[in-house]
């Protein structure tokens, strides 16, 4: 399944963000969905990641305990929402599915497609 990921924008430090990853003509319930990012001249990294149902999540160290990742399967859509945004945040942000239970392996995910970038002003 297609995801792509939107609602990025430029944000001063200290504030929030939520984004959104939606899949076009197409449910994607039954799918994990991951959440990945990649900043200048860095490799893509793992933020977090959704089971279909919600029942379980996986958050990297570097986000966890100020993000959340709130799914709607009704709108085909998970958010993903990062509280006190960090510089070291600025980033594109990328979504991707998989079948199976949620991993921070990005290569167990499909495409990651085109995603949305966040700029955190200090």
């Known amino acids: 399944v297609q995801l792509q990921a939107f609602g990025g924008g430029l944000v001063q430090a200290g504030g929030s963000l939520r984004l959104s990853c939606a899949a076009s003509g197409r449910s994607f319930s039954g799918y994990t969905i991951g959440w990945a990012r990649q900043a200048p001249g860095k490799e893509r990294e793992f933020v977090a990641a959704i089971t279909w149902n919600g029942g379980s999540t996986s958050f990297a160290d570097s986000v966890k305990g100020r993000s959340t990742i709130p799914r709607d399967n009704a709108k085909n859509t998970v958010y993903l929402q990062i509280n006190t945004l960090k510089p070291e945040d600025t980033a594109v942000y990328h979504c991707?599915?998989?079948?199976?239970?949620?991993?921070?392996?990005?290569?167990?995910?499909?495409?990651w497609g085109q995603g949305t970038q966040v700029t955190v002003s200090s």
């Open positions: 991707a599915a998989r079948i199976g239970w949620v991993t921070s392996s990005l290569d167990d995910f499909g495409s």
